[in-house]
């Protein structure tokens, strides 16, 4: 069983879409913080994942150097779900 990765914090993501309208989805994802360089886009869904259905797990990445930013996000299948990690992670 892999280790749990070291996280931060989580927050919800502002329910806006491009062009300022609201959207369903970005209210089922939630910024993640202070992830550990080590942890990976599978131990992210994986952890997460415990709480609830996982739609989408990713880890953001410098564009030069191609290496974790320490950040990333979760999204969730319902807001159920979304509303269980707030409390939980």
Not at 19 to 34: Q, T, W, Y
Not at 66 to 89: L, W
Request: a positive charge; charged letters at 30%; proline letters at 7%.
């Amino acid at each position: 069983a892999p280790s749990r990765p070291a996280m931060g914090g989580v927050s919800p993501m502002p329910p806006r879409a491009a062009g300022g309208e609201h959207s369903d989805s970005s209210s089922l994802r939630i910024f993640v913080g202070g992830i550990a360089v080590n942890c990976t886009e599978e131990m992210l869904r994986h952890e997460f994942g415990k709480i609830g259905e996982v739609k989408l797990a990713r880890i953001v990445q410098d564009r030069e150097t191609g290496r974790p930013k320490g950040f990333g996000f979760v999204e969730y299948a319902s807001r159920r779900d979304v509303d269980a990690a707030m409390r939980k992670m």
